[in-house]
C-alpha cells in the first residue's frame, strides 16, 4: 500500500467544510476527499500523493486543529474522541475502518512533524494476518456423559472456541478423553510439571487460569501473588500444543482470570486475529477455547470428582493430572478464513548528537472492532449497547498519549532519537508488538529504553502513579524523581495476580532485553481517597472493559492522565537528551537478555 509523504512537514491542517460551508464538528464526520482530510498539499514541499489504504472516504475524520506542544488535556481530549469515534468502527485490524484508524494516526504524525519509520520510507510497517471467523450455526462443542447423554454447550453462555489452523475451513476432534490437568504448566525452573508422566496426544486437556499458588493464596510459589507468563492463557494453549493435546480448555473463574465471563464471551466471539503462521497453525491444538466456570464443576460432577478437591490439589507441589473418567469431548468447527493486512504505525524524532541510540514509545491503537449481538436500552443512555467496541479507555488514551508525547519533543531539541511505534493487533494477543520485535525497523539493542500506555482510566488526579511490574528496572527510579516535583509517589500494581505485565506490548520488548516502563495513574484520588479509585476501576472493568460501553464522554475528568502522560514524557525526555542506559534491576528476568543483545558478559 501506498504511505504519506516521507517528507511531510509539519503544518495548519485544513479546515474542512461541510456543504453549507460551515466548519465541522470531529465527532461523525465525514470526508469529502482523502487528501482533504490529511491536509498535506498545501503546505508540505513537493509532496507525494496521500494514498490511505481504506477505500472508503466516509471512514476517515479531520486531523485536530490547535493542538499545542504543551500537553494538556484539551489535546487528549480531542484525540481520544476522534480515535474512540463510531467511524473507525471499533478499530478492527485488517478492516477498512481500523486501518482508516492508522491513516489518521500516520496522518497526524505527518501534521506534528515526525519522519517515517516504517517500511522503505513508509509509515507502516505490514503486518500480515487472518481473520478467523468460527460459525457458530454449523460448529460445535459436545460432551458425553458417563451415561451416554449428550451436552451440546452453547457457544457463548457455556463456552468460546476457535482453532488457529489457518489452512483449512473444517477442523474436527473425534470423541476424545478428557484429563484435568491443573494449572497446565510446565516450568523446569520452578520444580512444577502438570504433563508429568502423561500423554495427552489426541486428547482433550482442561486447566485452571492463573499460576500454581493463586488458588489457595499460597506466595511461596512461583512469584507469589503476581502472575507469571505461565498464568497466561496465551501460554496454557501454547503448552497444551506442545504436549500433542486435540482440544485445550481452560476454566474460566473471574478472580483468576481478572474478568469476567462477558470479557470472554465478547473477546473471543466474531472474527479472531492472527499472524499468518509459517505451518498454518498445525503445530496448535485442533481446538481451543474457554468453558464457564458453571460448565466445569458440572464436568466434573458427571466425572466423579469434587472441582474444589481437585483445584485444591492443582496447588499442591507434586499434582498429578486426573482422568476425568466416563467424560468423551467432541467437536467440530467451521470457519471462514480472511487474509488481511494491517499495519504497525512508524514515527521517528531524530537526534542530533546520537541519532543510531532511541527512545521507544508504545501504544496500541487496535481495539475489537464491531461485533454482531443484542442491542439493549435505548442510544444515548449510558449502558446503551450498540454493536460497536470502541476502546475509547483500551485504548484511545494510550494512542492519544503518544500523539501528545510525540508533539511536545517535536519542540524540543534531542541527543537521541525518539521512535513513536503505534502497533496493531494487541487485543489478539499482543501481535503487533511481537512482530516488531522479531522484524524491528532499528537494532533493538540500540533502544535505551522504553515506554508502554494502555488504558488509562480518566478518574482525575491521584497521589501516585502504579508501576506494573513494579521492581524491574532502573526506569523506576527516573519516574520516582520526576513525580516528586508532582508531589506524587510510585506503587507497586495493587493486583498483581491479574498478570498485566504481561497482557500488553511492553513484554515483546522486555522479552527481548529492552528495558520497559509501563505506569498508569494510580487508584488514590486526590478527590475521595482509595476507596474512590478502586470503585471506579471495578465498575470499569465489571461494566466496560472490551464491551460496547467503553465511549468516551466529554465529561471525562482527564487531569490525573494529562499529569501521568506529563511525567512519561519527562522520563522519555531525560533519556533521549542523556547519555545513560538505564538497565533491568540484578537478577531480573530479562536481564540476561539484555546483556547479550549488549554483547555484554558476566
Known amino acids: 500500500s501506498a504511505a504519506l509523504d516521507a517528507a511531510s512537514a509539519p503544518c495548519q491542517t485544513r479546515r474542512i467544510q461541510n456543504s453549507g460551508g460551515e466548519p465541522t464538528m470531529i465527532n461523525r464526520l465525514t470526508l469529502l476527499g482523502a487528501a482533504a482530510l490529511f491536509g498535506l498539499a498545501a503546505c508540505a514541499p513537493d509532496p507525494a500523493p496521500v494514498e490511505p489504504v481504506a477505500e472508503t472516504p466516509e471512514l476517515y475524520l479531520p486531523l485536530p486543529e490547535g493542538t499545542t506542544p504543551d500537553i494538556t488535556t484539551a489535546d487528549l481530549a480531542v484525540r481520544i474522541k476522534t480515535l474512540a469515534d463510531d467511524t473507525f468502527e471499533g478499530r478492527g485490524p485488517g478492516t477498512p475502518a481500523g486501518e482508516a484508524a492508522a491513516d489518521w494516526i500516520a496522518a497526524e504524525m505527518a501534521r506534528i512533524g515526525l519522519t517515517p519509520g516504517g517500511d522503505n520510507g513508509t509509515w507502516y510497517q505490514d503486518v500480515n494476518m487472518v481473520n478467523q471467523s468460527v460459525d457458530p450455526a454449523t460448529s460445535s462443542l459436545i460432551v458425553t456423559w458417563p451415561d451416554g447423554e449428550d451436552l451440546s454447550l452453547d457457544l457463548k453462555n457455556q463456552a468460546v472456541m476457535w482453532t488457529k489452523h489457518q489452512d483449512t475451513d473444517h477442523v474436527t476432534v473425534e470423541p476424545s478423553d478428557v484429563i484435568f490437568v491443573g494449572y497446565g504448566v510446565v516450568a523446569p525452573e520452578a520444580g512444577w510439571n502438570d504433563y508429568e508422566g502423561l500423554d495427552v496426544k489426541g486428547k482433550t486437556v482442561v486447566m485452571l487460569v492463573n499460576d500454581p499458588g493463586f488458588g489457595i493464596g499460597d506466595e511461596s510459589?512461583?512469584?507469589?501473588?503476581?502472575?507469571?507468563?505461565?498464568?497466561?492463557?496465551?501460554?496454557?494453549?501454547?503448552?497444551?500444543?506442545?504436549?500433542?493435546?486435540?482440544?485445550?480448555?481452560?476454566?474460566?473463574?473471574?478472580?483468576?482470570?481478572?474478568?469476567?465471563?462477558?470479557?470472554?464471551?465478547?473477546?473471543?466471539?466474531?472474527?479472531?486475529?492472527?499472524?499468518?503462521?509459517?505451518?498454518?497453525?498445525?503445530?496448535?491444538?485442533?481446538?481451543?477455547?474457554?468453558?464457564?466456570?458453571?460448565?466445569?464443576?458440572?464436568?466434573?460432577?458427571?466425572?466423579?470428582?469434587?472441582?474444589?478437591?481437585?483445584?485444591?490439589?492443582?496447588?499442591?507441589?507434586?499434582?498429578?493430572?486426573?482422568?476425568?473418567?466416563?467424560?468423551?469431548v467432541r467437536g467440530e468447527i467451521h470457519q471462514?478464513?480472511?487474509?488481511?493486512?494491517?499495519?504497525?504505525?512508524?514515527?521517528?524524532?531524530?537526534?542530533?548528537?546520537?541519532?543510531?541510540?532511541?527512545?521507544?514509545?508504545?501504544?496500541?491503537?487496535?481495539?475489537?472492532?464491531?461485533?454482531?449481538?443484542?442491542?439493549?436500552?435505548?442510544?444515548?443512555?449510558?449502558?446503551?449497547?450498540?454493536?460497536?467496541?470502541?476502546?475509547?479507555?483500551?485504548?484511545?488514551?494510550?494512542?492519544?498519549?503518544?500523539?501528545?508525547?510525540?508533539?511536545?519533543?517535536?519542540?524540543?531539541?534531542?541527543?537521541?532519537?525518539?521512535?513513536?511505534?503505534?502497533?496493531?493487533?494487541?487485543?489478539?494477543?499482543?501481535?503487533?508488538?511481537?512482530?516488531?520485535?522479531?522484524?524491528?525497523?532499528?537494532?533493538?539493542?540500540?533502544?535505551?529504553?522504553?515506554?508502554?500506555?494502555?488504558?488509562?482510566?480518566?478518574?482525575?488526579?491521584?497521589?501516585?502513579?502504579?508501576?506494573?511490574?513494579?521492581?524491574?528496572?532502573?526506569?523506576?527510579?527516573?519516574?520516582?524523581?520526576?513525580?516528586?516535583?508532582?508531589?506524587?509517589?510510585?506503587?507497586?500494581?495493587?493486583?498483581?495476580?491479574?498478570?498485566?505485565?504481561?497482557?500488553?506490548?511492553?513484554?515483546?520488548?522486555?522479552?527481548?532485553?529492552?528495558?520497559?516502563?509501563?505506569?498508569?495513574?494510580?487508584?488514590?484520588?486526590?478527590?475521595?481517597?482509595?476507596?474512590?479509585?478502586?470503585?471506579?476501576?471495578?465498575?470499569?472493568?465489571?461494566?466496560?472493559?472490551?464491551?460496547?460501553?467503553?465511549e468516551y464522554s466529554d465529561d471525562w475528568d482527564l487531569s490525573g492522565f494529562q499529569e501521568d502522560i506529563q511525567a512519561l514524557y519527562e522520563v522519555g525526555l531525560d533519556i533521549a537528551n542523556s547519555a545513560a542506559w538505564p538497565t533491568w534491576y540484578p537478577g531480573n528476568e530479562f536481564e540476561a537478555a539484555r546483556k547479550a543483545s549488549l554483547g555484554q558478559t558476566e
Open 221 to 328: 510459589l512461583f512469584n507469589g501473588k503476581a502472575m507469571t507468563y505461565y498464568g497466561r492463557w496465551t501460554y496454557k494453549f501454547e503448552e497444551a500444543a506442545r504436549q500433542g493435546a486435540a482440544a485445550a480448555l481452560i476454566i474460566h473463574e473471574t478472580d483468576a482470570a481478572a474478568y469476567g465471563w462477558e470479557v470472554v464471551s465478547g473477546s473471543w466471539s466474531g472474527a479472531q486475529s492472527d499472524l499468518v503462521r509459517e505451518n498454518g497453525g498445525a503445530d496448535r491444538a485442533l481446538i481451543e477455547g474457554w468453558i464457564s466456570n458453571d460448565t466445569a464443576r458440572e464436568m466434573f460432577t458427571k466425572a466423579g470428582l469434587d472441582f474444589a478437591a481437585m483445584k485444591l490439589a492443582a496447588n499442591t507441589r507434586g499434582f498429578k493430572a486426573v482422568p476425568m473418567t466416563g467424560l468423551k
Open 336 to 550: 471462514t478464513i480472511d487474509p488481511k493486512v494491517s499495519r504497525n504505525v512508524v514515527g521517528i524524532l531524530p537526534g542530533t548528537t546520537t541519532p543510531d541510540e532511541y527512545v521507544l514509545y508504545t501504544a496500541h491503537w487496535d481495539h475489537l472492532g464491531m461485533k454482531t449481538g443484542e442491542k439493549t436500552g435505548k442510544e444515548g443512555q449510558d449502558f446503551y449497547e450498540d454493536d460497536i467496541f470502541n476502546g475509547a479507555v483500551d485504548n484511545a488514551t494510550g494512542s492519544a498519549a503518544l500523539l501528545e508525547i510525540a508533539e511536545a519533543m517535536k519542540a524540543q531539541s534531542l541527543s537521541r532519537s525518539v521512535i513513536f511505534l503505534s502497533v496493531t493487533l494487541e487485543e489478539s494477543g499482543l501481535l503487533g508488538s511481537a512482530y516488531y520485535a522479531e522484524h524491528p525497523t532499528v537494532p533493538l539493542n540500540k533502544i535505551v529504553a522504553g515506554i508502554n500506555m494502555d488504558g488509562a482510566l480518566p478518574i482525575g488526579r491521584t497521589r501516585e502513579m502504579v508501576v506494573i511490574g513494579y521492581g524491574a528496572s532502573q526506569l523506576e527510579d527516573l519516574l520516582k524523581g520526576v513525580i516528586a516535583k508532582q508531589d506524587r509517589v510510585i506503587r507497586a500494581d495493587p493486583t498483581p495476580e491479574a498478570g498485566y505485565f504481561y497482557r500488553s506490548d511492553h513484554i515483546s520488548f522486555a522479552k527481548k532485553g529492552v528495558p520497559m516502563l509501563y505506569a498508569d495513574g494510580g487508584e488514590d484520588k486526590v478527590d475521595g481517597g482509595i476507596a474512590a479509585g478502586k470503585a471506579a476501576a471495578a465498575a470499569y472493568t465489571a461494566e466496560r472493559y472490551h464491551k460496547p460501553m467503553d
